[in-house]
């Protein structure tokens, strides 16, 4: 089965000022369908920078970027914007929520945008909203819910689409400990239940934890890699926690 994502000795280069700077240096790397995976490593490692060329947000300099099978860095931006809308799935740290639309409608519009029927939109929002618990806030603005609330109906906007890929950015930085432990539930019933594919970049070791796979970043390029396998969470945490102290990285998470 090919990999829904792989992203071949991609580079991404900023000069400023004469000076060069390498925030992805010749990275590969696959992700196969059903995968969670996580990106690690230290503030300016080129994690984000990683992601926008992911996203299609960025250009990359270097290298290619192929989602099942598509190479995104050779696309117009107009068929960018489609593919974007069909293919991918976005959760960011601050939400991004339309604050005049309550989360019914939050959801429904990146169903309406595709072109999905009116009828159909309601059930697939019902069948979301069951399967991430979110039915009592759906028709709430997002002033009405908390960030947990916010970002669990993010969730719901991001798989409803039913997206080869969701990316999320740091998507618990924003959040207080026990609301960044019911977002993570969120996204582990979209990866087991759903079978969504995730790629999560993070600097938070509880988070990372609930991952699959972790790769670390260091200099723009992949320092290491950790398999979660059968091992607990905990065991996972505790491992995290030791290539970040080798990384030298901060964390203010406590398992
Ligand atoms: N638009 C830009 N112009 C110039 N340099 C940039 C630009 N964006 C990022 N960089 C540089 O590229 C490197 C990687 O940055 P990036 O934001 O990808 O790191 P990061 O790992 O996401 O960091 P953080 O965890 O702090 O968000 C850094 O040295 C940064 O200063």
Redesign the pocket.
Known sequence: MNPVLKVENLQKF?K?KGAV?K??NHISFEVEQGEYIGIM??????????L?CISTIDKATAGQILIQGQNITALSENKLARFRREQLGFIFQDFNLLDTLTGRDNIALALAINGVKPGQISRLIEQVADDLEIKAILDKYPYEMSGGQQQRVACARAIVTKPSLILADEPTGALDSKSAGMLMESLSILNERKKATILM?T?DAFTASHCKRILF?KD?QIFNELVRGEKSRKKFFDEIMQVISFLGGDNNYAF
């Open positions: 900023y400023t700077t925030a992805v490593g230290a503030s300016g490692s080129g994690k984000t920078t990683l926008n970049v600097h970043i723009g």
